[in-house]
């Protein structure tokens, strides 16, 4: 499927029309819920409450990416901040994951980001 012109580079799609599958899960009980915003290319993806829910609350947002480099930026209401650059091929879908954590204190927060070529495990 390809983006019309006037099209966001960025943006929700259905599931099927995805070329990137974006998990995304709080894994701190401490922040529990904890607000995360998520954009790529500065367009707001993700904005919510995230429930910790035993850790196996993993929650898909299906996005439509152009091919290219791109920069996903993830704010916590913690405070906790990360920015990452990855590249999407011009075919093929891509398959990332953010999560939030804090071991043990409020010094330990942080936000991890993969992304990868093939489906993530838990998915």
């Known amino acids: ?13 259905e599931t099927d ?3 990137l599958h974006l998990w995304v899960s709080n894994q701190s009980f401490k922040d ?5 915003t998520v954009s790529i290319d500065g367009v707001e ?4 409450l995230f429930a910790v829910e035993h850790q196996h609350n993993w929650i898909l947002f299906p996005v439509r990416v ?20 990855f590249t999407m091929p011009e075919t093929g879908r891509r398959y990332a994951a953010i999560d939030y ?3 043990m204190d409020e010094r330990q927060r942080h936000v991890n980001w993969f992304i990868q ?3 993530i495990g838990f998915a």
């Not at 996903?72 to 990452?84: D, P, S, Y």
Request: hydrophobic content about 40%.
């Open 17 to 19: 029309q995805a070329d």
């Open 32 to 36: 529990d819920p904890v607000a995360l």
């Open 66 to 85: 152009a091919p290219g480099h791109h920069v996903v930026r993830i704010v916590a209401g913690t405070g906790v901040e990360k920015q990452e650059s």
């Open 1 to 13: 499927m390809s983006l019309s012109p006037d099209a966001p580079a960025v943006r929700l799609v």
């Open 101 to 103: 954590g804090n071991a």
């Open 45 to 48: 993806i993700v904005d919510r």
């Open 117 to 119: 070529s093939t489906p």
